[in-house]
T-cell receptor, first 114, second 117 residues
């Protein structure tokens, strides 16, 4: 089944404790991105990757890192999480960055930083 | 930068009735796409319908249709014969068809739709 998977689905952590949210897709997609969803703000793009070893900042990159060492994986790294990073996170992928390609979303990761 | 505005935080509709969700956007681009996504309680993001800006004909997908007014920068979603399963958060989204930011989806704030039996 073609899908985007994220792990963990739920995470409660404390300020300053490094964490990684994994994202993997099995559709051989080139373009992958991370979004965060906050009440009243909709979803905002954090980082994106056009292909292996090619990543760039989205609209809200502060406090996050990403890597793209393999085509299928695009982990989101919070090296020193803070309470303002409590949010719902989505990974998305599409065949290429061309807008006509549908973006497929993962199931979301609910992160709480205490 | 593009912005997307959904001015209706919440909407409600009776089962089998019709409801329209509003969305306006701002852009200086001429070539772009607009989308409506549905987010049910499961939180999964589901593409409902999309519209290409250069197409004058409004997109339709079964009970879902849009009213795309390019000059007014308006993109509303009409749900006909509403069903209980339509209850969800609905997001309007914009994406450039070119330029440095294309590929990125810019989302509105969302509208929570409640369907009453």
């Amino acid at each position: 089944e073609a899908q985007v998977t994220q792990n963990p689905r739920y995470l409660i952590t404390v300020t300053g404790k490094k964490l990684t949210v994994t994202c993997s897709q099995n559709m051989n997609h080139e373009y992958m991105s991370w979004y965060r969803q906050d009440p009243g703000l909709g979803l905002r793009q954090i980082y994106y990757s056009m292909n292996v070893e090619v990543t760039d900042k989205g609209d809200v990159p502060e406090g996050y890192k990403v890597s793209r060492k393999e085509k299928r994986n695009f982990p989101l790294i919070l090296e020193s999480p803070s309470p303002n990073q409590t949010s719902l996170y989505f990974c998305a992928s599409s065949l290429t960055r061309h807008t006509q390609n549908e973006q497929f979303f993962g199931p979301g990761t609910r992160l709480t930083v205490l | 930068a593009q912005t997307v505005t959904q001015s209706q935080p919440e909407m409600s509709v009776q089962e089998a009735e019709t409801v329209t969700l509003s969305c306006t956007y701002d852009t200086s681009e001429s070539d772009y796409y607009l989308f409506w996504y549905k987010q049910p309680p499961s939180r999964q993001m589901i593409l409902v319908i999309r519209q290409e800006a250069y197409k004058q004909q409004n997109a339709t997908e079964n009970r879902f249709s849009v009213n795309f007014q390019k000059a007014a920068k308006s993109f509303s979603l009409k749900i006909s014969d509403s069903q209980l399963g339509d209850a969800a958060m609905y997001f309007c989204a914009f994406a450039n068809a070119g330029g440095t930011s294309y590929g990125k989806l810019t989302f509105g704030q969302g509208t929570i739709l409640t369907v009453h039996p």
